[in-house]
């Protein structure tokens, strides 16, 4: 098994743009290490059910931004 990163990779393997949030009980710097490139963005365990939904949010509306930008 690979863990984090492999299935990380193979996620952005069948779809580039896709929205993936890591969690490890490491901070974010040493998750962004563990995971590598790719993520966009990072939970540190533990965190509450309420902190998951902000974060999903704010990748959203980060998506729809950038999309209205490109103009999708």
Same mark, same amino acid.
């Given at each position: 098994?690979?863990? +984090? ?9 069948? #779809? !580039? #743009? ?6 490890? +009980?490491?901070?974010?710097? #040493? ?10 963005? @990072? =939970?540190? *365990? !533990? @965190? $509450? ?5 902000? *974060? ?9 931004? $950038? #999309? *209205?930008?490109?103009? =999708?």
């Amino acid at each position: 098994m690979g863990g +984090g990163a492999e299935t990380l990779r193979q996620m952005l393997q069948i #779809d !580039p #743009d896709a929205l993936v949030i890591g969690s490890s +009980g490491y901070g974010e710097s #040493d998750a962004a290490i563990q995971f590598g490139a790719g993520a966009a963005g @990072y =939970l540190q *365990k !533990p @965190y $509450r059910a309420g902190f998951l939904a902000h *974060k999903v949010s704010q990748m959203l509306e980060q998506r729809r931004s $950038r #999309d *209205k930008s490109e103009g =999708l």
